[in-house]
């Protein structure tokens, strides 16, 4: 996997647990 996608893949999933969090306190 090349780092360009590592990077997009990482910022994918801090995105999904914030809108996980956000969800969860609400």
Excluded: H, P, Y
Excluded at 15 to 20: A, G, Q
């Amino acid at each position: 996997m090349s780092r360009s996608q590592l990077i997009r893949q990482g910022a994918f999933l801090e995105s999904f647990n914030l809108n996980i969090d956000r969800r969860c306190l609400t």
